[in-house]
């Protein structure tokens, strides 16, 4: 059964860091590209971060420099360690595969304050 848990988002002032964890089941993570997502007030879901199965990433433009995604492939879980947090960070962050189909998690929220 698909499933995708993400933890770790929370209260954190302007310039704080958080890392996010993202507990995918093995049918969703293994081999696959994943990424993560998210959504801020009013505005579309976007993709800001993915890695490859062995280890390639890219970032948006957004948050390069800022944020680091990772992944343990042996437990099935990705990360986000966020830096530098913005307001215009604050958002719902989701994980899912890097070409996702209509299964998505709860998320988890984040939120900047100034």
């Known amino acids: 059964q698909a499933q995708l848990v993400e933890s770790g988002g929370g209260l954190v002032q302007a310039g704080g860091s958080l890392r996010l964890a993202c507990a995918a089941s093995?049918?969703?993570?293994?081999?696959?590209?994943m990424a993560w997502y998210r959504q801020g007030p009013g505005k579309q879901r976007e993709l800001i971060a993915a890695?490859?199965?062995?280890?390639?990433?890219v970032y948006a433009v957004s948050v390069k420099g800022r944020f680091t995604i990772s992944r343990d492939n042996a437990k099935n879980t990705m990360y986000l360690q966020m830096s530098s947090l913005k307001p215009e960070d604050t958002a719902v962050y989701y994980c899912?595969?890097?070409?996702?189909?209509?299964?998505w998690g709860q998320g988890t929220q984040v939120t900047v304050s100034s």
């Open positions: 093995g049918s969703i993570f293994g081999g696959n590209d």
């Open positions: 890695i490859t199965s062995d280890g390639g990433t």
């Open positions: 899912n595969l890097a070409a996702p189909g209509d299964y």
